[in-house]
């Protein structure tokens, strides 16, 4: 049995194809079924319904074989388990739920003044290593304010002088009144791989990656 953990939304929808790619045909939607564990069309392969940022964690525990979760949530959980890999072996980026990773700040706020000023920038965000990471290389002192969810809210109240969140069209920001003033990394969602189940299943998971890879016209990446 290989079992695959993927979210709800953007990240379930995007990859549909690349599992049709793969022979595989999920048989319940996960927005209408309250079931967690999908049957697939293959007897050996099942899907489990995960939030978006507990993925890793399945995958690295062995509650899940495989999984697909974004970049911006893979940096963060291999920084909650002291940075590397945590354990998790990447062999495709799936280009899919493409977005990048931000600073924005109040439409009236002189974000390029204040970093020239060497103030000190109070920062909301759910991306606490990302934002760390990136203040630390431009040498900007912050105070990060850990959030979990709707950050533009926080300098609209004057919680914080600036949020670090995904951004995709903009219309979020726009709807705001936030403007986007420095663009940290593009963000797409990576597929990972249990190192033990590679080992111990390795034949019908190298199935998937390559007609995953196929799909995408990417060569077949090594395996270790
Ligand atoms: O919702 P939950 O708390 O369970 O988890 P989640 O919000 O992490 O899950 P989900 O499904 O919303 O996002 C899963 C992954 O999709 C993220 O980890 C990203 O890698 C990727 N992704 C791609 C996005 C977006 N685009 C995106 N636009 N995730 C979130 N957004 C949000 C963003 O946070 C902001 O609130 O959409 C808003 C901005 O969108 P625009 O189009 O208005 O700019
Ligand atoms: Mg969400």
Redesign the pocket.
């Known amino acids: 049995m290989i079992t695959i953990a993927l ?5 379930f929808e995007e990859t549909l194809p690349l599992l049709q790619a793969a022979g595989i045909t999920v048989l319940d939607d996960p927005e209408t079924s309250r079931k967690l564990i999908l049957d697939t069309n293959q007897p050996g392969v099942r899907v489990l319904v995960v ?3 507990d993925v890793p964690t399945y995958v690295q525990f062995g509650g899940a074989d495989m999984g697909i ?5 893979l940096l963060e959980h291999a920084s909650d388990w002291g940075g590397g890999s945590a354990g998790l072996f990447q062999p495709l980026d799936l280009q899919i ?3 990048r990773i931000s600073v924005a700040v109040r439409a009236d706020f002189d974000y390029a003044h204040a970093v020239r000023q060497g103030a000190r920038l109070r920062v909301a965000t ?1 991306y606490v290593a990302i934002a760390r990471d990136f203040f630390a290389s431009k040498g900007v002192h912050v105070d990060l304010i850990k959030l ?5 809210l926080a300098p609209l109240v004057g919680l914080a002088d600036a949020i670090v ?11 705001n009144n936030l403007i986007e003033v420095e663009r940290i990394m593009d ?3 990576r597929l990972i791989v249990n190192q033990a189940a590679l080992k111990l299943k390795r034949e019908p998971i190298r199935h998937i990656i390559s007609a995953f890879s196929d799909a995408l016209a990417q060569p077949a990446p090594p395996l270790p």
Do not use: F, P, Q
């Not at 979760?69 to 949530?73: C, E, M, P, V």
């Not at 979990?148 to 533009?152: K, L, P, T, V």
């Not at 969140?165 to 709807?175: E, P, Q």
């Open positions: 979210s709800k939304g953007r990240i939030r978006a940022t979760t974004g970049k911006d949530t739920a493409k977005c759910k979990y969810g709707s950050m533009e969140d995904l951004v995709s069209t903009g219309n979020t920001l726009r709807a963000i797409s969602s």
